[in-house]
């Protein structure tokens, strides 16, 4: 297909906070490099840090008047003379972190949507080294989903690897849990999530009956202990995803069961801050239990996501919660921030 000359694209507005996304119309340039690939995008779902990032609440640097997002769904529209692994029509996706791409790889982040330009647009051209193709069984909404929440839910959850693995504790029905929710009925491990939200925790359950739910407001401290105590007959959980903070570590400990538990901490919903006692952590020990921090993952990490996803025939439908126009683009951003949603909130590109 020919390039176009232009193209739209939300860009964040700078001055006081909160700040807006506004449309704008932007240029591409009349020739690719060798290894270029233009991606015409389909689907950009959205994450928690981006409508954090225009109330200045993003505990990270942020690039003024940047594009948004980071997570899109794209056919792959014209490539350069180098490229060799994708061809026009293809279904690909851009990693998250552009300095992460083996895993091995010890350079400070560069981030879609914060760090570098993200894909709130219509087009976008993007080496070939940072694309990954995507499952072909998903639609363009749920394939859309995967760059943020499914990674870190993939990495939370140790790719799987964690021993013997039967059973995680999730911490409320955003994005990075339901798609964790996801991965632990694929691969029978008993997934339990936490809301404070009984009419959440209902449509939750209507996913399947082996979920195990939570109020966090009914039962809290000890009784949510023991509650969980109860869902895994007496063992405690094998992996707790925290998307609370550091103020629940203590707690998430507890949950554990008695040895080689894992606590990935994976948000800050309630803040970056905790009025724990530091020996509270000394319960790791006692448990010979890890505590991780996931910040998103590698390139390889997605495709060993997608790998599993296609393999597992893994359906991504019940976590698109609400599917918005591009022009409603602000929207979007605000009905995420307002906590009403269960799952991914999903922005239609184009056709």
């Known amino acids: 297909m020919p390039i176009p000359e232009t193209y739209k694209a939300f860009r964040r507005t700078t001055g006081n906070f909160p700040r807006t996304i506004i449309p704008t119309t932007e240029q591409l340039p009349r020739k690719l490099g060798s290894h270029d690939v233009l991606l015409k995008i389909r689907t950009v779902s959205l994450n928690y840090r981006d409508p954090l990032m225009l109330r200045g609440l993003y505990p990270a640097s942020v690039i003024d008047r940047g594009i948004p997002c980071s997570d899109a769904a794209a056919e792959v529209a014209a490539i350069g003379s180098a490229v060799k692994d994708f061809a026009i029509g293809d279904r690909v996706s851009v990693t998250i972190d552009l300095s992460n791409l083996t895993g091995d790889e010890d350079e400070p982040a560069v981030a879609l949507g914060s760090d570098a330009d993200g894909v709130?647009?219509?087009?976008?051209?993007?080496?070939?080294?940072?694309?990954?193709?995507?499952?072909?069984?998903?639609?363009?909404?749920?394939?859309?989903?995967?760059?943020?929440?499914?990674?870190?839910?993939?990495?939370?959850?140790?790719?799987?690897?964690?021993?013997?693995?039967?059973?995680?504790?999730?911490?409320?029905?955003?994005?990075?849990?339901?798609?964790?929710?996801?991965?632990?009925?694929?691969?029978?491990?008993?997934?339990?999530?936490?809301?404070?939200?009984?009419?959440?925790?209902?449509q939750i359950r209507r996913l399947s009956s082996?979920?195990?739910?939570?109020?966090?407001?009914?039962?809290?401290?000890?009784?949510?202990?023991?509650?969980v105590k109860r869902l895994t007959d007496g063992k405690g959980v094998d992996i707790v995803l925290n998307n609370i903070g550091p103020s629940s570590i203590p707690e998430n400990i507890s949950f554990l069961r008695q040895r080689g538990g894992l606590v990935s901490l994976v948000g800050f919903l309630a803040g970056t801050n905790g009025d724990w006692e530091p020996?509270?952590?000394?319960?790791?020990?006692?448990?010979?239990?890890?505590?991780?921090?996931?910040?998103?993952?590698?390139?390889?990490?997605?495709?060993?996501?997608?790998?599993?996803?296609?393999?597992?025939?893994?359906?991504?439908?019940?976590?698109?919660?609400?599917?918005?126009?591009?022009?409603?683009?602000?929207?979007?951003?605000?009905?995420?921030?307002?906590?009403?949603?269960?799952?991914?909130?999903?922005?239609?590109?184009?056709d």
């Open 120 to 202: 709130l647009r219509e087009y976008a051209i993007f080496e070939d080294r940072y694309l990954v193709h995507l499952p072909k069984h998903l639609s363009w909404e749920e394939a859309s989903t995967i760059t943020v929440a499914g990674v870190t839910a993939w990495n939370a959850l140790d790719g799987l690897k964690a021993a013997n693995a039967r059973s995680a504790l999730l911490q409320g029905t955003g994005g990075v849990s339901v798609f964790a929710l996801q991965i632990c009925l694929a691969a029978g491990i008993r997934p339990i999530i936490t809301s404070s939200s009984d009419k959440k925790l209902e």
């Open 279 to 350: 020996s509270a952590v000394m319960a790791l020990i006692f448990k010979s239990a890890t505590l991780k921090g996931i910040l998103g993952g590698s390139k390889q990490d997605y495709v060993n996501l997608n790998r599993f996803l296609e393999e597992k025939k893994v359906s991504l439908a019940p976590l698109v919660d609400r599917v918005f126009a591009f022009d409603e683009a602000p929207a979007a951003f605000d009905y995420l921030y307002s906590g009403s949603h269960v799952g991914k909130v999903v922005i239609k590109v184009q």
């Open 210 to 227: 082996d979920i195990g739910t939570i109020n966090y407001k009914t039962l809290h401290g000890q009784a949510q202990a023991s509650e």
